[in-house]
C-alpha cells in the first residue's frame, strides 16, 4: 500500500473550500460576540464548525485515499506475504473453537 498513499498535498487540495469555510465560520462567530462574552458566544460556534470540517476532513481523505487504492492493483483478499491462500477445508476436519479433535492431547 506503500505506492498509493497520500500526501499532504493532495489532502490540502481537497481540503482547500472546507478549510475556507472553517475560517469563515470562526471569523463570524467571534465577530458576532459580543463585549464581554467573547468566549461565552463564540465556543460552540466554533466548536460546532471544527466538528463540521473534522468530518468533512476524515472523510475526504478516506475518498483519496479509495481512489488512489482503486488505480493500483490493490486487492483486498490477495495474501499480503505474497503467498497462496489456502483454501478453507469442510467443516469436519477442524476441531470445534475451544475442543481438541480426537487423539490429541
Given at each position: 500500500?506503500e505506492?498509493?498513499?497520500?500526501?499532504?498535498?493532495?489532502l490540502?487540495?481537497?481540503?482547500?473550500?472546507?478549510?475556507?469555510a472553517?475560517?469563515?465560520n470562526?471569523?463570524?462567530?467571534?465577530n458576532a460576540?459580543?463585549?464581554g462574552?467573547?468566549?461565552?458566544?463564540?465556543e460552540e460556534?466554533?466548536r460546532?464548525?471544527?466538528?463540521?470540517?473534522r468530518?468533512?476532513a476524515?472523510q475526504?481523505?478516506?475518498?483519496?485515499l479509495?481512489q488512489r487504492?482503486?488505480?493500483?492493483?490493490?486487492s483486498?483478499?490477495?495474501d499480503?506475504?505474497?503467498?497462496?491462500?489456502?483454501?478453507?477445508?469442510?467443516?469436519?476436519?477442524h476441531?470445534?473453537?475451544?475442543?481438541?479433535r480426537?487423539?490429541c492431547?
Amino acid at each position: 500500500m506503500e505506492d498509493q498513499r497520500i500526501t499532504p498535498e493532495q489532502l490540502d487540495a481537497v481540503l482547500e473550500q472546507d478549510y475556507r469555510a472553517l475560517k469563515q465560520n470562526i471569523c463570524d462567530a467571534m465577530n458576532a460576540a459580543k463585549a464581554g462574552r467573547i468566549i461565552a458566544d463564540t465556543e460552540e460556534p466554533v466548536r460546532d464548525a471544527h466538528a463540521v470540517f473534522r468530518q468533512q476532513a476524515y472523510q475526504k481523505a478516506i475518498d483519496l485515499l479509495s481512489q488512489r487504492l482503486a488505480q493500483g492493483d490493490f486487492s483486498p483478499s490477495a495474501d499480503s506475504a505474497g503467498g497462496e491462500v489456502e483454501e478453507q477445508g469442510s467443516p469436519e476436519n477442524h476441531a470445534h473453537h475451544r475442543q481438541r479433535r480426537a487423539g490429541c492431547r
